[in-house]
């Protein structure tokens, strides 16, 4: 055997072992799914288990920690079986989370790695393991709401961790902890010693440096020295139990005397009343850290309570505000009478009762340290604490944190002498049980409020939430946070939309699976959520106000306060169970998902924190690499690759790596008939049928022509058409199509399968031959297709990507569909990108399905720059909507691109104008008084002038357009809709009213 015959032998036992080794890859991958569903699946019973509904025991958290590792484990193993081992960095993090998940479970100590303390501006829930649970709860009313709170900081977990260690108390805390549950003597005296011990100890000098450093900045701030308030925030409070009272404050701390109140604070963690209602809630002893918040005093003219819903009477929809003078701590110590006013919680707030008392003292801080108590004026003992200004703003203050928080807030508050608020705290509101889940009586009054969907989609996470919709239908334009209080309406349920849902009252989409991540994320912040349900993004409408019962899957109009007081006053004693509390510990270090952005450089396996974000980084990893396999080379010869006999010059090799197609021994090509790889035969089917595929030679304008010389293939005559060869690796569920074809590339790579929550579709496409300002012509084009069809697109000059995850099997074969008919649509088309007005052009003859010739294009549909100029300066059109702003904005467009425009807001009045006058394009609201836009639509219809009418509306219903469509609109359009489409769909309707009045005057 020679040389070259001896090399062709090795590389054909190469490339069969690549393709052996994909075949194992895949395997790999389909493991990987496997796995990562059953993490979700498990993170969403264990999410069911917390709505109260189910009873489970200790084994059942213990098997679901088993289980979680387990699978956790193997999403890893196999991502880097298939990556060649390309992340150890992950296994690390996971064995992190193992820890953190076993310790949750057992009720051990498991402190994050954080600097000793934290600026309050750098606080939120996230950290809330780090700052403890009042600090966390206050830096997020600070920093997400933005309600004035006391300037401050927080000493951390890990200062609590590296001080507690110096007092050597850990030996102490495990005897405690053997006899915790006896009670008695024993356990007030070893409790005892251990305060005493923390009293008695030193704090170490770094801990120390680091509050004394922070106390700088808290006095350079401020003028003159402050008064500081040193409060607990221990991570178990004001939690699933509040601790309210137990736990130690010092108010009135000068800021060299901070170190003793934090001593005195972090010791109050083991104080007698502590423990007695530790054991009372079985919760034994160190099971979590003391953070501590340093807070400049507020100089209080008045302070109190305020009850977001009283907590007493739910049913009675009213606020319940305490006031007294001074410092709040007659309120929340109860030490005297003090005013009391029970307020409507509608939008007016007004009081319902009052009860003013007789006020002979308050407290007040004092520059030695503490607070002491000091006669009240006379003239102010029998007068409101507060004005009814600021009890109303208050109870609006109550209600967007109730509204942010999700459920009903006890709020402690203070105005200073300008008259400003100040939040001090804000927690969970200790509810009256509701024995009826859902009476018949509620059945009955929510049956007057009309019903805009009903058992759409899935509900991915229960609960009720009400507010005005926030529409989002194009993923470019994702605000960077919802607005408070609204319910989101999206496409697709995407990671990547998870940071901003955390003001949201509920959400809403058209796509997504209930076992999905966004799912996890919704459950996570315990968010009302439905997905699925096809059409939320047509149906509502920006802005208006509806109600989202995610209990019985139903959406309504307006605002439903019955269903709210409801979901409000519904908190029951199940969730004081302990198994309750540790499943709830242990989901916080399961369900999180903080790895949202892939394309984050934060985005990495360093920063996996949860088992959620492990096989969320490990599933996006695993579909990179699978779709970089372009090394391998199928080997000739062998059963499992064929080429493909297709009716276009598409020259395609398939792989077959499990189940994508069949063919009889001895054959050495395979035809459509014989595929049975899903993902790949509507993509075929698309592509070579319907005239998605041209073969004509490309026609080109000389600029065209001179920005291609340069290349070495031609694009005109009988070599056009050839593609390069091209390559298809397929199974039953997996679809990896690379395509050159001249001189653009393209890659598709999808899976489709059983579960929404596992198929994918990744779209890549590069290239062209033409300069690069047609090639982009191209790229935005493509994005727009992409984007209208769901996908999460990015580009970049001639490059797109494109993404959509989470469909069911008919909504994957749609946009399969879409992707062979866009690739065969634009395989030459930036050669006719001569200028912008054209992707306007292409992306609408793609998106209605009108044929596409490459040669030419029709003098009706290429707009004309000065033909269309020439029109518009003589088109009348008319503007019919019941809302001035939209009319005074179209004319204002219409008429700078030279269009003559009257207006209307009556719908009767425009009817009249049009039995006087002919116009060549009306635009119509589509719900109106008097005649609708239907109406007017026929009105048009029947005069018989050719006038084409545009309907726009905020309702936009299946049957509405049918209706439209069917009764001779031009065009049914959805608000909101931009400018500049409109202006298209104008010019192309005035276009087709020339044409029909050219008839007629012939």
């Not at 959520?529 to 920006?542: F, S």
């Not at 999808?750 to 929404?756: A, E, F, I, K, V």
Request: charged content about 25%; overall charge negative.
């Amino acid at each position: 055997m020679g040389v070259a015959p001896a090399l062709r032998a090795l590389l054909a036992r190469r490339r069969q072992g690549n393709v052996d080794q994909l075949r194992e890859t895949l395997n790999r991958f389909r493991a990987l799914v496997e796995e990562n569903d059953h993490v979700l699946e498990l993170i969403a019973d264990a999410g069911e288990k917390l709505g109260g509904e189910y009873v489970f025991d200790s084994k059942y958290l213990r098997d679901l920690a088993a289980e979680l590792k387990d699978a956790a484990h193997a999403v890893v193993t196999n991502l880097n079986a298939i990556s060649q081992d390309r992340y150890p960095d992950l296994l690390e993090a996971l064995a992190k989370i193992d820890d953190a998940v076993g310790a949750a479970l057992e009720c051990r100590l498991v402190v994050p790695e954080a600097p000793f303390v934290v600026s309050l501006e750098d606080v939120g829930t996230e950290q809330l393991e780090v700052v403890g649970a009042k600090m966390a709860r206050l830096g997020e009313v600070r920093n997400r709401l933005g309600f004035t709170v006391p300037e401050g900081f927080v000493v951390t977990t890990q200062a609590c961790r590296e001080f507690l260690e110096a007092a050597g108390v850990g030996e102490a805390v495990e005897v405690l902890r053997a006899h915790f549950m006896q009670g008695g003597e024993t356990l007030e005296e070893e409790s005892r010693r251990i305060r005493e011990a923390i009293l008695g100890a030193r704090v170490p000098r770094s801990i120390v440096r680091a509050i004394r450093r922070e106390l700088g900045r808290l006095v350079r701030s401020g003028d003159g020295e402050p008064l500081l308030a040193v409060r607990s925030s221990a991570v178990d409070e004001d939690g699933e139990l509040s601790f309210a009272g137990q736990y130690e404050t010092v108010l009135g701390v000068p800021p060299e005397g901070v170190v003793d109140a934090y001593r005195t604070v972090v010791a109050s963690m083991y104080a007698p009343g502590v423990m007695r209602y530790r054991r009372l809630h079985t919760i034994p002893p160190g099971c979590g850290y003391m953070a501590v918040g340093i807070l400049r005093m507020v100089p209080a003219r008045a302070s109190g309570v305020i009850y977001s819903l009283d907590p007493t009477a739910p049913e009675r929809n009213t606020l319940v505000v305490s006031a007294a003078r001074g410092l709040g701590k007659l309120v929340v110590e109860g030490g005297a009478s003090v005013d009391r006013v029970e307020m409507s919680r509608d939008p007016a707030y007004h009081v319902v009762a009052r009860r003013v008392a007789h006020k002979e003292r308050m407290f007040v801080a004092v520059s030695g340290g503490g607070a002491v108590a000091e006669p009240v004026p006379d003239a102010e003992r029998d007068a409101p604490a507060v004005s009814d200004e600021e009890l109303n703003e208050l109870a609006g203050s109550a209600r967007r944190i109730e509204q942010y928080m999700k459920a009903a807030q006890d709020i402690e508050w203070a105005f200073d002498h300008e008259g400003r608020l100040f939040v001090l705290q804000a927690r969970p509101l200790r509810m009256a049980v509701v024995s009826e889940p859902r009476g018949r009586d509620l059945s009955d009054i929510v049956r007057r409020y009309p019903v805009l969907m009903r058992g759409r989609g899935e509900v991915a996470c229960r609960g009720i939430g009400s507010g005005p919709v926030c529409l989002v239908t194009d993923p470019e334009q994702l605000p960077a946070e919802v607005p408070p209080g609204a319910v989101l309406v999206v496409r697709a349920a995407t990671p990547r939309i998870g940071g901003m849902l955390a003001g949201a009252s509920a959400v809403l989409t058209d796509l997504g699976s209930a076992t999905g991540h966004f799912a996890a994320v919704a459950r996570d912040l315990r968010l009302p959520t439905i997905v699925d349900t096809g059409l939320a993004t047509r149906i509502l409408t920006g802005g208006t106000e509806v109600t989202v019962d995610a209990e019985e899957n139903v959406v309504y109009e307006g605002r439903v306060e019955e269903l709210l007081r409801y979901q409000l006053s519904r908190a029951s004693s199940f969730e004081d169970a302990a198994e309750f509390r540790t499943l709830r510990r242990m989901l916080r270090r399961i369900a999180p998902l903080r790895l949202r952005d892939p394309t984050s450089p934060a985005f990495s396996a360093a920063n996996c924190t949860t088992y959620h974000d492990v096989i969320r980084f490990a599933h996006e990893k695993a579909i990179c690499e699978l779709v970089e396999i372009g090394w391998v080379s199928p080997p000739a010869g062998v059963h499992y690759v064929r080429r493909l006999e297709l009716p276009v010059p598409l020259d395609l090799i398939l792989v077959d790596l499990g189940g994508g197609f069949h063919v009889e021994a001895g054959s050495t090509t395979a035809t459509p008939e014989d595929l049975t790889s899903r993902p790949l035969v509507p993509v075929l089917e698309e592509l070579t049928t319907g005239g998605a595929w041209e073969t004509a030679p490309a026609s080109m304008d000389l600029e065209g022509f001179m920005s291609s010389a340069t290349r070495p293939m031609p694009l005109t005559g009988a070599q056009a058409a050839r593609p390069e060869q091209n390559l298809a690796f397929v199974s039953g569920e997996y679809l990896h199509l690379s395509l050159r074809l001249g001189y653009h590339f393209n890659i598709v790579d999808t899976y489709l399968g059983n579960s929404p929550a596992d198929n994918y579709i990744y779209f890549r496409f590069a290239g062209g031959v033409t300069e690069l300002t047609r090639r982009s012509r191209r790229a935005a084009l493509l994005k727009r297709i992409l984007e209208g069809h769901g996908f999460v697109a990015e580009g970049r000059g001639d490059l797109v990507v494109g993404r959509i995850k989470g469909l069911d099997a008919d909504a994957m074969v749609e946009r399969l569909r879409m992707v062979g008919r866009l690739i065969g649509f634009t395989r030459q088309l930036d050669i006719h990108m001569r200028n912008d007005r054209l992707v306007d052009e292409y992306v609408d003859r793609f998106m209605s399905g009108r044929p596409f010739s490459s040669a030419t294009l029709s003098a009706d549909e290429e707009p004309e720059d000065k033909g269309d100029s020439e029109m518009s300066t003589s088109t009348e059109v008319l503007v019919l909507d019941d809302e001035p702003m939209v009319c005074e904005r179209l004319k204002e467009h219409l008429e700078r691109k030279g269009y003559r425009i009257e207006v209307f807001t009556e719908s009767q009045k425009a009817v009249d104008r049009l039995a006087e006058k002919r116009f060549d394009v009306v635009i119509t609201d589509l719900k109106m008084q008097g005649p609708d836009g239907l109406e007017v639509l026929r009105f048009v219809r029947d005069s018989g002038f050719g006038t084409q009418v545009i309907v726009i509306t905020g309702y936009g219903t299946m049957d509405a357009a049918r209706e439209a469509e069917y009764s001779g609109a031009f065009e049914f359009i959805t608000k909101p809709f931009s400018s500049k489409a409109l202006e298209t769909t104008v010019r192309k309707a005035a276009r087709k009213a020339r044409k029909a009045k050219e008839r007629t005057q012939r």
